[in-house]
């Protein structure tokens, strides 16, 4: 069968990735089965999707550089997951791509389905509050279905994504981030980023789950109390890389979780939050609880101490404030 249409623009992306010199326009032509003149149509439409791709009479053409865009292609370039995006889809705008992979995972996509789109007009956070989403984030939903956890168990899927994140980050850019339970990303004590889990489940029974990331990388014009890895060294990150990284984590922590083994990871990130020996005020369905941040359990839950001592198990909240306990 012949390849058509973004195919093409795919095979032609991998035939000059595989060729570190030129290509001759009339070889690869050729190898696609396809006219000199449709060869050109696709590399001009990929040159307006962001290739710069240079061609030279009688030498051809050469891969220049990619666009730092969630194009499918480039999200799956040399990534080596397993299951993890090997579906993807990509937006250019979107409401949120909440609601898309939810449509999906109610259609039976496979686990491990991915979208990701450059901006969101209505990004979701928890609680029905709102994710701003401008151009130079990462903004991705995917999409899960852990066969071995129990609705109470799924408070640490969102911990161990938001630990995939930070050591995505690291491992890129050499930035440490820390984490704020249940599911902020900080980089000096502002909130760089989130994760949002919404569950489809059936009694306790899991029946898929919407993990959603959004990082401010890039971005400018944040709300208070909000910064970018852009704003905060002072130059620019490829955005590609950076989730590339978060993806191959998440993919590792994941399938460690589903093998019960969770507790170095639920460690690590116990690590990085910036709450142990806090006072804290929670908001928990609409009543407000006050005590000492103490450490999570083994599910993922906030151990808060009351001031009468006792400990309080949390699976899930909104920390209202916190203060340094003197
Ligand atoms: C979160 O909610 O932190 C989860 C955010 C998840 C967003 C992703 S993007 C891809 C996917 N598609 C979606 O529609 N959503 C997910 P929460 O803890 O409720 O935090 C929301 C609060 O963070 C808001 O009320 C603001 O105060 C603040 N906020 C909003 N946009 C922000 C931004 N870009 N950066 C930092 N803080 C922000």
Same mark, same amino acid.
């Given at each position: ?25 009339? &070889? ?5 089965? !396809?006219?000199?003149q /449709?060869?050109? #149509?696709? $590399?001009?439409?990929? +040159? ?20 730092d ?22 937006y ?5 791509t ?9 259609e ?5 389905t991915?979208?990701?789109?450059e ?8 609680l ?24 109470? &168990? ?5 911990? !161990?994504?938001?630990? /995939?994140?930070? #050591?995505? $980050?690291k491992e890129? +850019? ?11 990303i ?5 909130k760089l980023?989130?994760?949002l ?6 009694a ?8 959603g ?17 852009h704003?905060?060294?002072?130059k ?21 979780v ?8 639920l ?38 101490r009351v ?5 309080h198990k949390?699976?899930a ?10």
């Amino acid at each position: 069968m012949k390849p058509s249409g973004k195919n093409l623009d795919y095979l032609i992306v991998q035939a000059l990735r595989d060729d570190s010199g030129y290509f001759s326009g009339e &070889e690869l032509a050729s190898k696609l089965g !396809i006219s000199r003149q /449709a060869l050109w #149509k696709h $590399i001009s439409n990929l +040159t307006d999707r962001g290739y710069d791709i240079t061609a030279v009479p009688h030498r051809g053409y050469k891969l220049v550089s990619s666009p730092d865009k969630f194009y499918p292609e480039e999200v799956k370039y040399k990534l080596g997951t397993k299951f993890l995006a090997t579906q993807v889809y990509y937006y250019d705008a979107v409401d949120s791509t909440q609601k898309i992979a939810w449509q999906l995972g109610l259609e039976g996509a496979p686990e491990g389905t991915i979208v990701f789109t450059e901006t969101q007009s209505k990004g979701r956070g928890r609680l029905e509050r709102k994710w701003i989403s401008p151009a130079g984030g990462i903004y991705f939903s995917l999409l899960l279905r852990p066969k071995s956890l129990l609705l109470s &168990e799924i408070t640490q899927i969102s911990l !161990i994504i938001s630990l /995939a994140c930070l #050591k995505g $980050i690291k491992e890129t +850019t050499g930035i440490d981030c820390q984490v704020k339970w249940p599911n902020d990303i900080l980089v000096s004590g502002k909130k760089l980023g989130g994760v949002l889990c919404e569950i489809n489940a059936e009694a306790d029974r899991v029946l898929f789950l919407i993990a959603g990331v959004g990082i401010n990388i890039n971005s400018k014009d944040l709300p208070s109390g909000a910064t970018s890895l852009h704003l905060y060294a002072k130059k620019k990150f490829r955005r590609l890389d950076i989730t590339q990284e978060i993806i191959r984590q998440i993919e590792a922590a994941y399938l460690k979780v589903q093998q019960g083994e969770s507790g170095e990871l639920l460690a690590e990130w116990s690590k990085s939050c910036i709450l142990w020996g806090k006072h804290l005020e929670l908001k928990l369905s609409g009543k407000i609880i006050e005590g000492t941040a103490v450490n999570i359990d083994d599910k993922g839950y906030l151990i808060l101490r009351v001031d009468n001592g006792t400990q309080h198990k949390v699976s899930a909240g909104d920390i209202v404030k916190v203060r340094s306990c003197r």
